[in-house]
Protein backbone atom coordinates (compact mmCIF):
# COMPACT_ATOMS: atom_id res chain seq x y z
CA UNK A 1 0.00 0.00 0.00
CA UNK A 2 2.78 1.93 0.74
CA UNK A 3 3.85 2.16 -3.34
CA UNK A 4 1.09 1.62 -4.57
CA UNK A 5 -0.81 4.53 -2.88
CA UNK A 6 -4.24 4.47 -4.02
CA UNK A 7 -6.56 7.45 -4.71
CA UNK A 8 -10.57 7.37 -4.70
CA UNK A 9 -10.46 6.98 -8.32
CA UNK A 10 -8.14 4.42 -8.54
CA UNK A 11 -8.86 0.38 -9.25
CA UNK A 12 -7.11 -2.27 -8.43
CA UNK A 13 -7.09 -5.81 -10.55
CA UNK A 14 -6.64 -8.07 -7.55
CA UNK A 15 -6.06 -11.56 -9.76
CA UNK A 16 -5.91 -14.00 -6.47
CA UNK A 17 -8.80 -12.83 -4.48
CA UNK A 18 -8.16 -15.59 -1.86
CA UNK A 19 -9.75 -14.48 1.42
CA UNK A 20 -9.52 -10.79 0.58
CA UNK A 21 -6.70 -9.51 2.70
CA UNK A 22 -5.21 -7.27 0.25
CA UNK A 23 -8.00 -5.99 -1.13
CA UNK A 24 -9.73 -4.72 2.36
CA UNK A 25 -6.46 -3.00 3.04
CA UNK A 26 -6.49 -1.34 -0.68
CA UNK A 27 -10.18 -0.78 0.20
CA UNK A 28 -9.24 0.65 3.20
CA UNK A 29 -6.43 3.48 1.52
CA UNK A 30 -8.54 4.29 -1.42
CA UNK A 31 -10.47 2.96 -4.47
CA UNK A 32 -12.00 0.11 -5.84
CA UNK A 33 -11.02 -3.36 -6.43
CA UNK A 34 -12.27 -5.76 -9.42
CA UNK A 35 -11.21 -9.54 -7.61
CA UNK A 36 -10.62 -12.90 -8.62
CA UNK A 37 -10.69 -16.42 -7.98
CA UNK A 38 -10.59 -19.67 -9.62
CA UNK A 39 -11.62 -21.43 -6.38
CA UNK A 40 -15.93 -20.60 -5.73
CA UNK A 41 -15.02 -21.39 -1.45
CA UNK A 42 -12.72 -18.35 -1.46
CA UNK A 43 -14.82 -16.00 -3.08
CA UNK A 44 -18.23 -16.87 -0.92
CA UNK A 45 -15.83 -15.99 1.87
CA UNK A 46 -14.12 -12.99 0.31
CA UNK A 47 -17.46 -11.56 0.42
CA UNK A 48 -18.64 -12.26 3.62
CA UNK A 49 -15.29 -10.61 4.87
CA UNK A 50 -15.37 -7.59 2.54
CA UNK A 51 -19.04 -7.11 2.81
CA UNK A 52 -18.59 -3.90 4.44
CA UNK A 53 -16.99 -2.34 1.27
CA UNK A 54 -20.15 -2.91 -0.88
CA UNK A 55 -20.72 -2.24 -4.24
CA UNK A 56 -17.03 -1.35 -4.33
CA UNK A 57 -15.67 -4.69 -4.57
CA UNK A 58 -16.82 -6.75 -8.15
CA UNK A 59 -16.04 -10.42 -7.73
CA UNK A 60 -15.26 -13.12 -10.18
CA UNK A 61 -15.11 -16.67 -10.49
CA UNK A 62 -11.92 -17.55 -13.00
CA UNK A 63 -9.21 -19.01 -13.35
CA UNK A 64 -6.26 -15.95 -13.75
CA UNK A 65 -4.46 -17.15 -16.68
CA UNK A 66 -7.82 -15.90 -18.60
CA UNK A 67 -7.47 -12.62 -17.00
CA UNK A 68 -8.41 -10.28 -20.03
CA UNK A 69 -11.66 -12.58 -21.30
CA UNK A 70 -12.76 -12.60 -17.53
CA UNK A 71 -12.40 -9.07 -17.18
CA UNK A 72 -14.25 -8.12 -21.03
CA UNK A 73 -17.03 -10.43 -20.42
CA UNK A 74 -17.91 -9.37 -17.13
CA UNK A 75 -17.81 -5.68 -18.30
CA UNK A 76 -19.80 -6.61 -21.30
CA UNK A 77 -22.60 -8.58 -19.23
CA UNK A 78 -22.68 -5.41 -16.91
CA UNK A 79 -22.95 -2.84 -19.94
CA UNK A 80 -25.70 -5.10 -21.11
CA UNK A 81 -27.54 -5.58 -18.17
CA UNK A 82 -27.53 -1.69 -17.64
CA UNK A 83 -28.52 -0.41 -21.06
CA UNK A 84 -31.53 -3.23 -20.39
CA UNK A 85 -32.74 -1.08 -17.42
CA UNK A 86 -32.25 2.21 -18.49
CA UNK A 87 -34.24 4.65 -20.29
CA UNK A 88 -34.28 5.23 -24.00
CA UNK A 89 -31.56 7.10 -25.46
CA UNK A 90 -29.12 7.29 -22.27
CA UNK A 91 -26.05 8.30 -22.60
CA UNK A 92 -22.38 6.49 -21.95
CA UNK A 93 -22.71 3.32 -19.55
CA UNK A 94 -20.54 3.37 -16.65
CA UNK A 95 -19.89 -0.18 -14.91
CA UNK A 96 -17.43 -1.19 -12.14
CA UNK A 97 -14.83 -2.52 -14.37
CA UNK A 98 -12.53 -0.37 -16.27
CA UNK A 99 -10.91 -1.15 -19.38
CA UNK A 100 -7.78 -0.42 -17.84
CA UNK A 101 -6.07 -0.68 -13.92
CA UNK A 102 -4.25 1.19 -11.99
CA UNK A 103 -2.83 -1.67 -10.05
CA UNK A 104 -2.44 -4.93 -10.36
CA UNK A 105 -1.77 -7.55 -7.78
CA UNK A 106 -0.86 -11.71 -8.06
CA UNK A 107 -0.29 -13.02 -4.79
CA UNK A 108 0.61 -16.64 -5.88
CA UNK A 109 0.56 -18.39 -2.30
CA UNK A 110 -2.73 -20.09 -1.35
CA UNK A 111 -4.29 -19.39 1.70
CA UNK A 112 -4.97 -21.19 5.07
CA UNK A 113 -8.53 -22.22 4.21
CA UNK A 114 -7.19 -24.06 1.20
CA UNK A 115 -4.24 -25.62 3.45
CA UNK A 116 -6.83 -27.32 5.70
CA UNK A 117 -9.68 -28.32 3.00
CA UNK A 118 -9.65 -31.74 3.84
CA UNK A 119 -11.52 -32.06 0.33
CA UNK A 120 -8.58 -30.21 -1.76
CA UNK A 121 -5.94 -32.96 -1.13
CA UNK A 122 -2.97 -30.46 -0.51
CA UNK A 123 -2.88 -30.70 3.53
CA UNK A 124 -0.50 -33.64 4.26
CA UNK A 125 -3.17 -34.99 6.44
CA UNK A 126 -5.93 -35.08 4.21
CA UNK A 127 -7.68 -38.67 3.70
CA UNK A 128 -9.79 -37.66 1.01
CA UNK A 129 -8.96 -37.81 -2.73
CA UNK A 130 -5.60 -36.32 -3.99
CA UNK A 131 -7.39 -33.57 -6.25
CA UNK A 132 -5.24 -30.59 -5.23
CA UNK A 133 -7.36 -28.47 -7.37
CA UNK A 134 -8.09 -24.58 -6.09
CA UNK A 135 -11.44 -24.78 -7.85
CA UNK A 136 -12.90 -23.83 -11.35
CA UNK A 137 -10.29 -24.92 -14.39
CA UNK A 138 -11.80 -23.59 -16.90
CA UNK A 139 -8.89 -23.18 -20.21
CA UNK A 140 -5.43 -23.67 -18.95
CA UNK A 141 -1.94 -22.97 -21.46
CA UNK A 142 -0.11 -26.37 -22.40
CA UNK A 143 2.18 -27.68 -19.96
CA UNK A 144 5.62 -27.67 -19.92
CA UNK A 145 5.36 -31.75 -19.61
CA UNK A 146 4.96 -33.78 -22.55
CA UNK A 147 3.70 -36.51 -21.21
CA UNK A 148 0.94 -34.45 -18.93
CA UNK A 149 -0.06 -32.83 -22.51
CA UNK A 150 -0.21 -36.14 -23.96
CA UNK A 151 -2.36 -37.76 -20.96
CA UNK A 152 -4.68 -34.42 -21.13
CA UNK A 153 -5.54 -35.45 -24.94
CA UNK A 154 -6.05 -39.49 -23.89
CA UNK A 155 -8.41 -38.31 -21.27
CA UNK A 156 -10.26 -35.44 -22.80
CA UNK A 157 -9.65 -33.58 -19.72
CA UNK A 158 -7.02 -32.07 -17.14
CA UNK A 159 -6.03 -34.62 -15.13
CA UNK A 160 -5.47 -34.19 -11.34
CA UNK A 161 -3.02 -36.07 -9.26
CA UNK A 162 -4.46 -39.19 -8.96
CA UNK A 163 -4.74 -39.14 -12.73
CA UNK A 164 -1.51 -38.42 -12.53
CA UNK A 165 -0.05 -41.35 -10.68
CA UNK A 166 -2.11 -44.11 -12.53
CA UNK A 167 -1.35 -43.31 -16.03
CA UNK A 168 2.72 -42.02 -16.23
CA UNK A 169 5.13 -44.26 -15.90
CA UNK A 170 7.72 -44.07 -13.54
CA UNK A 171 10.24 -41.62 -15.40
CA UNK A 172 8.07 -39.30 -16.23
CA UNK A 173 6.61 -39.03 -12.65
CA UNK A 174 10.27 -38.49 -11.52
CA UNK A 175 9.91 -35.32 -14.16
CA UNK A 176 7.28 -33.72 -13.00
CA UNK A 177 8.80 -34.53 -8.86
CA UNK A 178 12.00 -32.70 -10.33
CA UNK A 179 11.22 -30.25 -12.39
CA UNK A 180 8.71 -28.74 -10.57
CA UNK A 181 9.35 -29.81 -7.23
CA UNK A 182 13.42 -29.20 -7.51
CA UNK A 183 13.62 -32.65 -5.52
CA UNK A 184 17.10 -34.51 -6.00
CA UNK A 185 15.40 -37.79 -4.74
CA UNK A 186 12.63 -37.56 -7.30
CA UNK A 187 13.43 -41.17 -9.01
CA UNK A 188 13.67 -43.19 -5.57
CA UNK A 189 10.38 -41.03 -4.69
CA UNK A 190 8.27 -41.93 -8.16
CA UNK A 191 9.52 -45.52 -8.12
CA UNK A 192 7.56 -45.77 -4.50
CA UNK A 193 5.00 -44.16 -5.66
CA UNK A 194 4.32 -46.19 -8.90
CA UNK A 195 4.49 -49.41 -6.28
CA UNK A 196 2.17 -48.00 -4.06
CA UNK A 197 0.00 -46.09 -5.98
CA UNK A 198 -1.58 -43.80 -3.33
CA UNK A 199 -5.02 -42.12 -2.97
CA UNK A 200 -5.33 -39.43 -0.28
CA UNK A 201 -2.66 -37.27 0.77
CA UNK A 202 -2.01 -38.74 3.97
CA UNK A 203 -1.27 -42.03 2.10
CA UNK A 204 1.16 -39.87 -0.03
CA UNK A 205 2.96 -38.15 2.19
CA UNK A 206 3.46 -41.53 4.05
CA UNK A 207 4.93 -43.07 0.94
CA UNK A 208 7.08 -40.22 0.19
CA UNK A 209 8.02 -40.39 4.18
CA UNK A 210 8.97 -44.00 3.43
CA UNK A 211 10.97 -43.46 0.33
CA UNK A 212 12.94 -40.73 1.59
CA UNK A 213 13.75 -42.40 4.96
CA UNK A 214 17.41 -42.40 4.30
CA UNK A 215 19.68 -39.66 3.01
CA UNK A 216 16.89 -36.60 3.78
CA UNK A 217 17.88 -33.86 6.03
CA UNK A 218 14.82 -33.67 8.44
CA UNK A 219 14.01 -30.50 9.46
CA UNK A 220 11.67 -27.77 9.76
CA UNK A 221 9.49 -29.03 6.68
CA UNK A 222 7.62 -32.64 5.78
CA UNK A 223 9.79 -34.57 3.44
CA UNK A 224 6.72 -34.69 1.34
CA UNK A 225 6.56 -30.85 0.84
CA UNK A 226 8.41 -30.76 -2.29
CA UNK A 227 6.50 -33.58 -4.12
CA UNK A 228 3.43 -31.98 -2.82
CA UNK A 229 4.12 -28.45 -4.58
CA UNK A 230 5.14 -30.88 -7.41
CA UNK A 231 2.03 -32.61 -8.12
CA UNK A 232 0.26 -28.98 -7.00
CA UNK A 233 1.86 -27.10 -9.91
CA UNK A 234 1.76 -29.77 -12.26
CA UNK A 235 -2.57 -30.10 -11.97
CA UNK A 236 -3.00 -26.24 -11.71
CA UNK A 237 -0.42 -25.94 -14.67
CA UNK A 238 0.65 -22.78 -12.16
CA UNK A 239 4.10 -22.27 -13.97
CA UNK A 240 2.50 -22.05 -17.44
CA UNK A 241 -0.64 -19.81 -16.16
CA UNK A 242 1.34 -17.48 -14.31
CA UNK A 243 3.72 -16.88 -17.33
CA UNK A 244 0.73 -16.29 -19.56
CA UNK A 245 -1.07 -14.25 -17.29
CA UNK A 246 1.57 -11.67 -17.29
CA UNK A 247 1.89 -10.13 -20.54
CA UNK A 248 -2.07 -10.01 -20.00
CA UNK A 249 -2.20 -7.78 -16.83
CA UNK A 250 0.53 -6.07 -18.49
CA UNK A 251 -2.48 -4.71 -21.31
CA UNK A 252 -4.85 -4.34 -18.54
CA UNK A 253 -2.55 -1.79 -16.68
CA UNK A 254 -2.50 1.80 -17.60
CA UNK A 255 0.40 3.93 -17.96
CA UNK A 256 2.46 4.80 -14.64
CA UNK A 257 0.41 1.73 -13.01
CA UNK A 258 1.83 -0.97 -11.11
CA UNK A 259 1.82 -4.49 -11.65
CA UNK A 260 2.99 -6.10 -7.72
CA UNK A 261 3.43 -9.82 -7.56
CA UNK A 262 4.46 -12.15 -4.24
CA UNK A 263 5.61 -15.33 -5.01
CA UNK A 264 6.45 -18.32 -2.69
CA UNK A 265 9.35 -20.21 -4.54
CA UNK A 266 12.00 -20.01 -6.98
CA UNK A 267 10.77 -21.57 -9.77
CA UNK A 268 7.67 -18.15 -10.01
CA UNK A 269 10.24 -15.82 -8.80
CA UNK A 270 12.17 -16.14 -12.15
CA UNK A 271 9.30 -16.19 -13.97
CA UNK A 272 8.47 -12.71 -12.42
CA UNK A 273 11.95 -11.73 -12.32
CA UNK A 274 12.60 -12.20 -15.83
CA UNK A 275 9.28 -11.37 -17.13
CA UNK A 276 9.85 -7.62 -15.56
CA UNK A 277 13.33 -7.56 -17.12
CA UNK A 278 11.80 -8.19 -20.65
CA UNK A 279 8.59 -6.12 -21.05
CA UNK A 280 8.03 -2.20 -20.59
CA UNK A 281 7.58 -2.81 -17.03
CA UNK A 282 10.17 -0.58 -14.86
CA UNK A 283 11.49 -2.36 -11.50
CA UNK A 284 10.40 -0.38 -8.47
CA UNK A 285 12.84 -2.03 -6.12
CA UNK A 286 15.85 -4.10 -8.00
CA UNK A 287 15.49 -6.52 -5.27
CA UNK A 288 12.53 -8.43 -3.83
CA UNK A 289 10.88 -7.14 -1.12
CA UNK A 290 10.96 -9.85 1.90
CA UNK A 291 8.90 -10.51 5.39
CA UNK A 292 10.62 -9.18 8.28
CA UNK A 293 11.89 -10.95 11.22
CA UNK A 294 8.82 -10.13 12.83
CA UNK A 295 6.31 -10.22 10.31
CA UNK A 296 7.59 -14.29 10.11
CA UNK A 297 7.45 -14.93 13.76
CA UNK A 298 3.64 -13.46 13.52
CA UNK A 299 3.00 -15.52 10.06
CA UNK A 300 5.51 -18.38 9.89
CA UNK A 301 4.21 -18.79 6.10
CA UNK A 302 5.73 -15.44 4.73
CA UNK A 303 9.48 -16.54 4.80
CA UNK A 304 9.55 -17.64 1.81
CA UNK A 305 7.91 -14.48 0.34
CA UNK A 306 9.05 -12.36 -2.33
CA UNK A 307 7.18 -9.06 -3.42
CA UNK A 308 8.14 -7.43 -6.67
CA UNK A 309 6.93 -4.52 -7.98
CA UNK A 310 7.21 -2.76 -11.67
CA UNK A 311 6.03 0.53 -13.29
CA UNK A 312 4.27 0.01 -17.15
CA UNK A 313 6.53 3.00 -18.65
Not at 294 to 313: F, G, M, Q, V, Y
Amino acid sequence: MEIFQPEATDVLLDATLGLGGHTAAYLRAGGRVVGIDADPKAIQLAQGNLAEFGERVTYIEGNFTNLKELTNNFRKKEQQKELKNSLPGGGIVETNIPSEFSHILFDLGFNSSQITDTDSGISFSSQTSLNMRYGSVGSLPQSSVKSINSLTQRLGSYPDVPELIEHLRAEEIEEVIRLYGEERHARRIAEVIKGKLPKTSQELSNVVSEAVSKGYEHGRINPATRTFQAFRIAVNREMEVLAAALPRATELLRDNGKLAVISFHSLEDRIVKNFIRNSNLVPVNKKPIVASDIEIKKNPRSRSAKLRIATKS
